[in-house]
């Protein structure tokens, strides 16, 4: 799910109206309702209390894949490892609390001008919160603005906003035309004596108001160098994303003449129009994920870095295509360096096949302890999660995925199909698209594997050296 997408109907927690029930249990049943995330507002209760508490919805958010955002509180919200933190005007830096919580920590802010909204997206927030928009009964002395001030707000800044205070079912549709990605709701759900009923009809309502008539689809970026045979690539990444689901959007980093047989030829793309494609694409179709593959160049490995923490981008998948099937390195040593200090420690998850995690971990892998080792080392020395392919074991296609939520093993039995061109890029974008669709990395990869396994299956012989998969077996 996309951040636009969570902020849909977005529920601050407050015990006032408990009225004997457990702050827990009153949050499952506003999700099962249709809240898309929960922010944690603890008010006159000590630290230990709150941390408890704060702990336990946290638990119920991600076993429902939603946002946990914790208010005010960044130490709070780093020591649970929730998803975020939303800063009042008197909270925190924005910076400071980026500094502390890192560049996947989502961060809201509160503007309730232009002029702060402008000042919160340039500090890196995420999204904004805007009110009060009407009557607030948390906030009895709240300043009341009106929709033309709304809409000004959400024009100014290129980040979601989200409406709050006083908002119920009975003036919601008040906010029709504003511009908002969704609403920040406090009594009109937690006092309602039935919260699961009132949390799906504000889920309709805002369905109503928010969708337009038009289909929306959940999009993907690849970023990567174009195969002119189609195996592999830029081309292999869109038919994957189109085959999962997603529309698939590409940065050609390279351009390059091959077959299945050999690489004849390649002429880089300049950096600065690498960037200009990713502006492009970012300043109208926002990827819910990315994919990136091989990079060649140390400057276009700088720029991506550079573009895709400008644009917060999420869940980026990266395919570090270092060495060939035949133990020939891709890579010069400086894009090297740039892309293991500038890129990966921002994926959301890495996949090598073993000659790569070699590399990446600095050390020979010839059993599955080597396996679980070198994945634990490059989980642990670039802070993002590893999915280690087994494609070069003899009998296998085994896979081990480490990551925050543990270790995980894919099995798979080998295909016996010697057309294998572009699985690796196949393997990853497939991933991405399946994130970009909400999924966890766990689930990503799961229905990643199986996907890449019935392309296989599928036993395409195209060419005349190692042919390429087909990736629409299921179309």
Not at 17 to 26: A, H, Q, S, Y
Request: proline residues 2%; glycine residues 8%.
């Amino acid at each position: 799910m996309s951040l636009r997408e969570s902020l849909r109907l977005y529920a601050i927690t407050d015990s006032t109206w408990l009225n004997g029930r457990k702050l827990e249990d009153v949050v499952k049943e506003a999700i099962i309702g249709g809240v898309t995330m929960i922010q944690y507002r603890a008010k006159n209760i000590d630290y230990d209390k709150a941390k408890i508490e704060a702990i336990s919805i946290c638990q119920i958010c991600h076993k429902y894949n939603i946002p946990f955002i914790i208010n005010d509180n960044v130490n709070l919200a780093k020591e649970i490892k929730a998803d975020g933190v939303h800063l009042g005007a008197s909270d925190m830096d924005i910076s400071e609390a980026r500094k502390i919580l890192g560049t996947d920590a989502i961060i809201g802010a509160t503007a309730k001008t232009v002029e702060q909204a402008k000042l919160a997206y340039e500090k890196s927030a995420d999204y904004l919160g805007s009110g009060a928009v009407f009557g607030s009964t948390t906030k009895t002395d709240a300043v009341y603005m009106t929709m033309d001030r709304l809409l000004e707000i959400t024009e100014s800044v290129d980040i979601p906003v989200v409406a709050i205070g006083g908002i119920n079912i009975d003036n919601i549709d008040k906010l029709v035309n504003t511009k908002i990605a969704g609403v920040a709701v406090v009594s009109g759900i937690f006092k309602a004596d039935n919260i699961t009923e009132i949390s799906r009809k504000f889920r309709i309502k805002l369905d109503e108001i928010l969708d337009s008539k038009y289909h929306s689809m959940r999009c993907a970026l690849t970023i990567a160098g174009s195969d002119c045979s189609g195996g592999a690539g830029i081309q292999a990444d869109l038919k994957t994303m189109q085959a999962n689901g997603i529309y698939g959007m590409s940065v050609i980093t390279a351009l390059t003449a091959q077959n299945t047989m050999a690489v004849d030829g390649i002429s880089e793309v300049s950096p600065a129009f690498v960037g200009a494609q990713l502006d492009s694409v970012f300043n109208d179709i926002v990827p819910d994920a990315v994919k990136i593959g091989m990079l060649s160049s140390a400057k276009i490995i700088g720029v991506i870095a550079d573009k895709l923490k400008k644009y917060r981008a999420k869940n980026i998948v990266l395919d570090p295509v270092m060495v060939s099937t035949s133990g020939c390195k891709l890579i010069k040593d400086d894009a090297m360096e740039a892309l293991t200090k500038k890129l990966i420690p921002m994926a959301t998850v890495v996949t090598p096949n073993i000659p790569e995690a070699e590399i990446l971990a600095d050390m020979k892998i010839e059993t599955a302890d080597d396996i679980k080792k070198a994945a634990d080392i490059i989980y642990k020395k670039y802070n993002c999660g590893v999915l280690l392919k087994g494609g070069h074991s003899i009998n296998t296609a085994n896979d081990l995925l480490v990551n925050k939520n543990g270790v995980f093993s894919f099995n798979s039995k080998r295909i016996d199909n010697e057309n294998t061109h572009g699985t690796g890029c196949t393997l990853s974008s497939a991933i991405a698209s399946n994130l970009a669709k909400g999924y966890d990395l766990e689930k990503s990869v799961k229905n990643a594997k199986e996907y890449l396994s019935k392309a296989l299956e599928d036993m395409l012989d195209l060419g005349h050296g190692s042919g390429p998969l087909n990736h629409g077996f299921n179309l």
